[in-house]
Each structure stands twice: as C-alpha cells, then as structure tokens.
C-alpha cells in the first residue's frame, strides 16, 4: 500500500484566498483525521470521520473551515478565506481495526498564507 | 484537550547512551501509544501498550505503563543518531480516536 497521500505538499497562498487539501486514506481503513500542527499549539486535531461520517468537528477553529469525505478513499479540508494564522502543516491519518487503532499518518501539507 | 504530556519536553545525548521520555495522562484508557516525528515528516506509529500490560519491547524500544499512577515511560536504548526525532505519546479517547501529547524533542550527538 502507498500509505496516507496527500496533497498538495506545499501551498503558499494569499490572505483571503480558499485553501483546499486533500487525502488519501490507507484501503480498508475506516477513521480518518486532520490534524494540524504549528509550533505554539503542537499537533491539535479538527474532525475525524469514521466510515465516512464527520463523528466529531469540536477541533475545527472556526466556520472558515470545513471537511468533507463523499467516500470511503477521498477528503477535502477547505479553508475560506484563508488567514496568516492558518499558517501550519495539516496532516492526514486514517486508521482501521488493527490491533489498538495506530494511526497511519501522511506526509503533511505545509500551508503558508501571506 | 490535553491528556497526555510527555517530560522533559527536549532531552540531548551522546549516542550510545539510552534516552528515556515519560508521558503522564489524566484519564482511564484502553491503550497507550508510542509516536515518533522527524523532522518535516508525519508522525509514525512506534509500539502500542494496553492498559492490562505493564512492559511492552519492540528491538531497542522500551515502553512501561503504570495505571495507578496514569504514567508511561518510553526507553530507547543504545542511542543512535537517527533517533533524532520527537516523540509523543497518544490515549485512546474513544474507539478510533487518540489524544496527542506536545512531544519530547530527542537530540542525539554523533
């Protein structure tokens, strides 16, 4: 299996402008998270989505930000407008029924909002 | 918010040397898990302890688990210098859903 693919793996981008990121869970998986990590606040999460269900979105900061999962190999995590404090690597991990749930984390995309 | 935190938050060594990380956390878990970052990377899962266990190995890694005291401690032993990683532990808050600490930065010197 590739593992976790996301992309982009860098975007730099304007204040105002929306932001899309995308990932790939790992086949059979059935949970998928985003997380977001910066120096300040370390690794938060915003919403994970189990069998294609939003279960919790208490992470997400605010109405800017929105994820969708239409199936069970695809998610989008949107940002509108896009701000300077938006600025963080967003990562991507899924996890299916193994042994405890470990997490299978993708390569991050490094957001840079001017 | 936070449920596990990992002490000390850096840690330097020699290589050969063993390097130990703790993580406290505050509430009753199925599981506790064992996360290393390089740089620039995403986090990869290390080694995965349960609540009924007390001592876990997986090659030079080393993970206890004291319940009593919602206490962890991960021992790397015979340092090398690609340990150079942060690593984190994670609890389980509900089925699929894990609680990150803030990491212990590891630096281990040629």
């Known amino acids: 299996d590739a593992g976790v693919i996301q992309s982009p793996r860098h975007e730099v981008t304007e204040m105002g402008q929306e932001v899309t990121l995308r990932c790939k869970p790992i086949s059979g998986h059935d949970y998928l998270f985003w997380y977001r990590q910066t120096m300040m606040r370390g690794l938060e999460l915003l919403i994970y989505f189990n069998n294609n269900v939003p279960i919790d979105d208490s992470g997400m900061p605010e109405d800017r930000f929105s994820a969708k999962m239409p199936n069970a190999s695809f998610s989008t995590l949107k940002i509108q407008p896009s701000e300077p404090r938006d600025s963080a690597v967003y990562f991507c991990?899924?996890?299916?029924?193994?042994?405890?749930?470990?997490?299978?984390f993708g390569p991050g995309t490094r957001l840079t909002v001017t | 918010s936070q449920q596990g935190e990992e002490d000390p938050q850096a840690l330097s060594i020699q290589e050969g040397e063993n390097a130990t990380m703790n993580c406290s956390y505050k509430t009753s878990i199925n599981n506790l898990q064992w996360y290393r970052q390089n740089s620039g990377r995403g986090l990869v899962h290390l080694i995965l302890?349960?609540?009924?266990?007390r001592e876990k190995h997986s090659g030079r890694l080393r993970v206890t688990l004291d319940t009593s005291k919602k206490s962890s401690s991960l021992l790397i032993t015979a340092s090398r210098a690609a340990d150079t990683a942060s690593y984190f532990c994670a609890t389980d808050q509900s089925q699929g859903n894990l609680i990150f600490g803030k990491g212990t930065k590891l630096s281990v010197k040629p």
């Open positions: 991990a899924s996890s299916g029924p193994g042994q405890g749930y470990e997490q299978y």
């Open positions: 302890i349960r609540s009924n266990e």
